[in-house]
């Protein structure tokens, strides 16, 4: 069924429902970002394939809003459709807002009770009714005009041994016993995929490219019990927690919360809205922030994958014949090749961004067979991509140049690359915030007038996911100091439509540095081993400084990867890493 024969279906069923706004977030019953085939419901209804948005149909109007990483795929994915995308942090009006510009008093707000949080429905809920607007939860509304719909995913589960975990799923229950006590609290109800996968240790394949599986996870002082399709476990026994099937915490749960309860907001459905009372405390998952600073085991696994993964990137750079015309996925797919030789790799850790020329300036485009460009002539191809490994994951963006650059490519390459090398150098206060270090990265395309819009760095989990809370360096607001043992991204970029885009990213680990009279100061130590490109630099543009760290990046890469690449690479690599400063 096309998108405009959807969503005739679907207002149908809104009008015998009585609702007039139907508000799909895309999520699945556990606030995922990435989710499996079953929740991707803005996706089925727009056609957007995009991460993040939001979308409201009334009877006459179908709205998409997305952010600054989807604008130019948004708009081309939705062409030809009754869709229209308004864009956040732009001038245009948020969904709320728009919601109560256009909803009158007496009208209803659908929104499905299973892909919102408690905190976010509460939260529109409360300003909608000062308008006069009702909101209300449903129930599977797009179900019933989804006859094919995907079945939720039950993948095998599997165990990360724990000389990569570090510390044991009892162990770890153990840990968050202690917090809830320090708390004051007698439970916690976890529904965070990644938290659960962290505190159990176990591993599985429902969303692609995220080693999770669907659950839910309570937690007492005398009970520890997943909540999941048993069928996931070949036996059910000999784990320190019991086991219950996944839509057991649905009719099992309001039976479990005695006493004082702790409990994520934003993480939890709507689904479980009436089960909990005023008397329980509300925070971040008492599991987001263990795992967060990696232990002694992750962090070596960390490494272990970065090293891994540089000699494989090393090799099919080696490999690459920027003269001879190729595409996009034959690209990404040659350095796929490479990863898989890799006695340890697992597979990637998200698709594959591989963009040449224009579409590097999609800063989350995909190439698909219909959309895949030819990569010939003169030009600028964003090729951003990640391994996991058992041990850990990688996430590293290069920017790479066919053909020959023009001087405004080869500045927007320098000014991306100097507010990369800033940030990554930068000593830091204990008690710093990604927010104080996001200036670093963008000073130097602000001073020409230039920026971008996505975050400077996301947390990146060890054998899950690739995006990770709670830490950030953005422009955002978001109060969760930097800790020794947190992997964060440093990946800048600049984009310009029609033109090229260009991102470099690094994964950074922060560790201790330095105590003196005032106080205790961090530093990052770089992970990611793979050379800058340095056909694209402006030496002119570029500090003593700068050539002294980049030289000092590419010579550690020799000494560590010099070894571990196949022989016939070692002249792209002695050339790659050469001094800058000898040129």
Request: glycine share 8%.
């Amino acid at each position: 069924m096309e998108i405009d024969g959807k969503l005739k279906a679907l207002r149908e069923k809104l009008k015998e429902n009585g609702i007039d706004a139907y508000y799909i977030t895309g999520s699945d019953a556990h606030l995922s970002e990435y989710v499996a085939p079953h929740w991707r419901t803005r996706e089925f209804i727009s056609g957007f394939t995009g991460s993040a948005g939001t979308v409201v149909i009334t009877s006459d109007d179908a709205v998409l809003w997305t952010d600054s990483r989807y604008f130019i795929q948004a708009e081309a994915e939705i062409r030809g459709t009754e869709f229209r995308l308004l864009k956040l942090e732009t001038d245009d009006p948020d969904p709320l807002s728009w919601i109560l510009s256009n909803l009158k008093e007496g009208e209803a707000v659908g929104f499905e009770k299973s892909e919102i949080s408690i905190r976010d429905y509460l939260e529109k809920k409360k300003k909608m009714e000062e308008r006069g607007i009702r909101a209300a939860l449903v129930d599977g509304m797009l179900s019933s005009v989804w006859p094919e719909r995907p079945a939720i995913p039950c993948s095998r589960a599997f165990e990360m041994p724990l000389e990569y975990a570090g510390k044991s799923a009892e162990e770890k229950i153990g840990e968050v016993r202690a917090a809830l006590r320090e708390k004051g609290a007698e439970w916690t109800f976890i529904a965070g995929l990644d938290d659960i996968a962290w505190l159990t240790n176990l591993r599985s394949d429902d969303i692609p490219y995220n080693p999770v599986f669907y659950s839910f996870f309570f937690l007492s002082m005398d009970k520890a019990i997943l909540f999941t399709d048993k069928k996931r476990f070949e036996s059910v026994s000999g784990y320190p927690f019991t086991i219950m099937e996944y839509g057991d915490a649905y009719t099992h749960l309001a039976q479990l919360v005695k006493g004082r309860g702790y409990y994520n907001d934003d993480k939890i459905s709507a689904s479980f809205i009436s089960i909990f009372s005023e008397e329980d405390i509300k925070g971040r998952d008492i599991t987001t922030d263990i795992k967060a600073c990696k232990n002694d085991a992750e962090k070596e696994g960390m490494r272990r994958s970065h090293v891994e993964d540089a000699a494989a990137y090393i090799n099919f750079l080696a490999k690459l014949d920027r003269n001879v015309e190729t595409d996009e996925i034959a690209v990404s797919t040659a350095l796929e090749v490479e990863r898989k030789r890799r006695d340890c790799y697992l597979g990637p850790s998200f698709a594959p961004i591989s963009a040449f020329r224009e579409n590097g300036a999609m800063c989350h485009y995909s190439a698909t067979e219909k959309s895949n460009k030819q990569v010939k002539g003169n030009g600028l191809l964003v090729l951003d991509t990640g391994s996991q490994f058992e041990f850990g994951m990688t996430d590293i963006t290069r920017t790479l140049l066919f053909g020959s650059a023009t001087e405004e490519q080869k500045r927007d390459y320098t000014l991306v690359l100097k507010g990369h090398l800033a940030l990554s150098r930068q000593r830091f206060i204990k008690g710093t915030r990604g927010v104080q270090l996001d200036v670093l990265a963008k000073q130097f395309l602000w001073q020409v007038g230039e920026s971008f819009f996505h975050g400077t760095g996301h947390g990146v989990g060890c054998h899950l996911n690739v995006h990770e809370g709670p830490m950030r360096i953005s422009g955002a607001l978001i109060d969760v100091p930097l800790m020794p043992g947190m992997v964060i991204s440093d990946e800048p970029g600049v984009y310009k439509e029609g033109r090229h885009g260009i991102r470099i990213e690094n994964l950074l680990m922060v560790r201790e540095d330095i105590r003196t009279e005032f106080g205790e100061f961090y530093s990052f130590e770089v992970l990611t081993l793979v050379p800058y490109e340095k056909d694209l630099l402006d030496l002119s543009l570029l500090t003593d400084e700068e050539i002294r760290q980049i030289d000092a990046y590419h010579k550690r890469i020799w000494d560590e990867l010099s070894g571990k690449v196949d022989e016939n690479s070692l002249d792209y690599l002695r050339s790659a890493t050469s001094p800058i400063s000898c040129n």
